[in-house]
């Protein structure tokens, strides 16, 4: 016995392991002890809509509660759609001695016992509660089902592992079955077809499913969900009903019609005939399709009069393109519109909705129409997507007509696309929803071999061979790979090399401010560096002395390990490279696409672009982000771009812009110290010891910030990168007040008024002098030194709440 039971558990193993799982219901349930995620939550959800379990009396659905032989009576009967009959039932006399005419499931026992699906256990008896094992809980299953003369118990365990009724169970035959097994079992065996008879040899005549017992079962065409036509409202699904079928099995149409979508995704049945199961008289639970389908990976697609090609081959015949219905990358058209557009690799399917032999409606998903090396990290509010160093409009991510963008693959939000992914760019045809496929796959190293076909390139790197699609060595015919390159190289989805990212010096840019060779001894350089820093570096005075660049030209520089200037260089770090210096009038900018038009020639910022700037209003040089550049109009005063117009260096006069954008973040605090920085030519900045947040910070101040900051309570405005870009001192709201009480969320006087307080409140304490008059310095304190009496003086935030207490 004990093998038996081993040898039907690796069974019910294997079954778990090897049979298809089938599609979940995806709904909730009233009961508190089935949760959303449990492995039997959407079948117990499903046998609850279609009223076959109602749960026990507390609520609960009772998952882990034994099933007895007269629970498994009454489920059977309720799946057979015998429930009214089992009411009926009730009247009739006991059909076993053991089960009272007043036991609350007589009416189903007795039920059974008339229709054949039990014969008690002998001698008259039913045992009604005794427990129901797992090989008898798939016996009542396949008797309900109709099975017969099945050997026990292999015979029942294997028919039941064929039907797929034990997959996502790990039980022995002989192991008592539990109500969250059985609703495993159970909603299994709702999907398969009723055994109606035998036929001559033996072999079962199967019938409808048994869940057409329980719920309405409608054929339809399914036409259209929300998300593929924004005319039909959420929860609703445009259907077609049978109207018709002619002989040769051809089908004629309703008129289209929406109905409730239920807990159905009907997304999934887009363009195919399906048998629709509803509850009796509600909303549709579960769907099979009857119509099929012709699917295929597009390679060469087109469309000859009213025909299907593709590689080259005639798949099917259509309708006229105008009348083919198409889901297109989620978007509902007609085939007439795309038939241009199916780029190779989308996955088409095609379906013959009527039955006549030529196809009229189809899905077709993954129609990218091109894949990109993305060159910078995407970021809230980028319009575009980053190609080739610029945003390129080809590539819309956001703003009219975009609604919708669904990213896919190895990320799942916009802003987790990083410089050097590959993105596989899919669009509805009036641009509304838009397809993103992430593939970061990269490989390291130099490429050892190229081999060159003339028409394909294959580079050898670490030993592996890989399939060049994109010319990454600069050339423009012949390989696209040269022996040599060594660095990053960015792979597609098919591990094809279509990007490199080399090992590249980064040049040196800076703006020459002021040169002094006055003394061969002493001369110096002053310059607006990259990391818009301004500083004053010694330099070889013969450097100095015969550079031809003048003050304010954008230069590149050498500097040695002793700070000291030994070369003063061209911006150009390429010969191909174009300087740009006399620019008389304003460019005109494109904020969304970052194109400068400088006379009539388009030149391209990029993220890579170093942008520097001189405030000629507060006499500030910075740099600044290409996405604090909100103008439509640039003052341009030099510019270094490649030979293809994408912009190295720049230098503006833009008094709009500093290196702070506006104010990142706002906090209220205490003043303790201040600090001055003398940056030299007329520059200083500004180090400030603030209690603050319940801690003492030091924050920097932008170069020339006004009004110049003080100590005692101020409201100070961080940018990004937390330098302070703003300072106002804070008037004291309420002076002099005495502490009655507190609470972390607000302080009472003992005036009697009430205030609340900031989550952030800051409490300082005054620390005086021997003389106890004289103020020494101020420290951080707590709620908790708040003792009653204690004189404070109270700041409010802007909203009302005090921010800052000082004690006095």
Known sequence: MKNLKKLIAVVLTFALVFSAMAVGFAATTPFTDVKDDAPYASAVARLYALNITNGNTDGTYGVDQPVTRAMMTVFVNRLSGYRNLAEMAKNDAPAFKDVSKNYWAIGDINLAAKLGLTHGVGNGMFAP????????????????????????????????????????????????????????????????????????????????????????????????????????????????????????????????????????????????????????????????????????????????????????????????????????????????????????????????????????YAVITGAYKASVVVTADVKAGDKFLNVNGVSNSSYRIAGDPVKTVVVTGSVDKLTDIKNGDVVYYASTVDGTKITLFVVRDKVEGKITKVAYDGSTTTATIGGKDYTVTQYINGNTSGAKATVGQEGTFVLDKDGNIVGFIGKQAVANYAVLIVKDDASKLNTKVKLLTADGKVNVYSAVYDTVANTTYQEGDIITYTIDSNNVVTAINSPKTADTDNVVTTITDPAAYNKDTHVLTVSGTPYYMTDNTVIFNYNSTDDIYSTVKLSDITKETLNVKQLVADQYGYVKAIYLNESSLTADQGVASTVYGYVAGVTTIDLGSGNTQYKLNVLVNGSEQVYTTKVKLTPVPSTGAAVIGLDSNNVVVSFATKTVDVPGAKVDSYTAYGITLQDGTSYALSPNVTVVKTVYKTDGTTVDHYELAQLGDLAQGTTVDLYKDSTGRIAVIVIK
């Open 129 to 360: 509660e005794e427990k129901v094992t797992y090989a008898q809980a798939l016996g009542f299953m396949l008797n309900a089902l109709g099975y017969k003369n099945l050997s026990w118990p292999y015979g029942v365990v294997a028919k039941a592992q064929d039907l797929g009724l034990t997959v996502g169970i790990n039980r022995g035959y002989n192991d008592v079955v539990t109500r969250g097994d059985l609703a495993l079992i159970m909603d299994k065996a709702l999907d398969q077809q009723i055994v109606t008879s035998y036929d001559t040899n033996g072999n079962p005549v199967l019938g409808n499913k048994l869940i057409s017992k329980v719920a309405d079962v409608t054929r339809y065409l399914v036409v259209a969900t929300p998300d593929v036509d924004s005319n039909i409202a959420q929860g609703k699904v445009l259907v077609q009903g049978i109207k018709d079928v002619n002989s040769d099995g051809v089908i004629t149409f309703k008129a289209a019609t929406t109905i409730n979508a239920g807990t159905v995704d009907f997304n999934k049945y887009l363009g195919k005939v399906v048998d629709v199961y509803s509850i009796k008289g509600g909303d549709p639970v579960s769907v099979d399709v009857v119509s099929t389908d012709k699917t295929f990976t597009a390679k060469s697609f087109e469309v000859v009069s009213n025909s299907v090609y593709n590689d080259g081959s005639k798949v099917v015949d259509i309708d006229t393109p105008a009348n083919v219905t198409v889901i297109y990358n989620s978007g509902k058209t007609t085939l007439d519109q795309v038939a241009t557009k199916v780029y190779d690799g989308a996955n088409v399917v095609l379906t013959d909705t009527n039955n006549d032999g030529k196809y009229d």
